[in-house]
């Protein structure tokens, strides 16, 4: 399957952002999708994950402000980003793995192994 994440952007401080991941190829329905991110100097870390169950687990930082979702009949994740802090800064990456659970996500990014190729967030103060 092949990936592509779009929506990146700069934006003020307390602003929204929506990312899009669209995935080709095959039917998308039975990955787990995570977002995750890497700001300048720093590791990449889990942001978010939907299982195709559509559970849905975020990290503490982001929790209440971002919102994860899935449209499998158009082969989409989304990533709805609100009150955008300066630390939210990163490249996002969208990543799918197929899951044999419908509950099955993971926030270890070396469980995926499809990633698209990211998109630059910038959060001005």
């Known amino acids: 399957v092949q990936l592509q994440a779009s929506g990146g952007g700069l934006v003020q401080a307390g602003g929204s952002l929506r990312l899009s991941c669209a995935a080709s190829?095959?039917?998308?329905?039975?990955?787990?999708v995570g977002w995750f991110r890497q700001a300048p100097g720093k590791e990449r870390e889990f942001v978010a994950a939907?299982?195709?169950?559509?559970?849905?687990h975020y990290t503490d930082s982001v929790k209440g402000r971002f919102t994860i979702s899935r449209d499998n009949a158009k082969n989409t994740v989304s990533l709805q980003m609100n009150s955008l802090k300066p630390e939210d800064t990163a490249v996002y990456y969208c990543?799918?793995?197929?899951?044999?659970?419908?509950?099955?996500?993971?926030?270890?990014?070396?469980?995926?192994?499809?990633w698209g190729q990211g998109t630059l967030v910038t959060v001005s103060s």
């Open positions: 990543a799918a793995v197929q899951a044999y659970s419908g509950a099955y996500y993971s926030p270890d990014g070396r469980e995926y192994n499809y």
């Open positions: 939907i299982s195709w169950y559509e559970g849905t």
């Open positions: 190829g095959r039917t998308f329905s039975r990955y787990a």
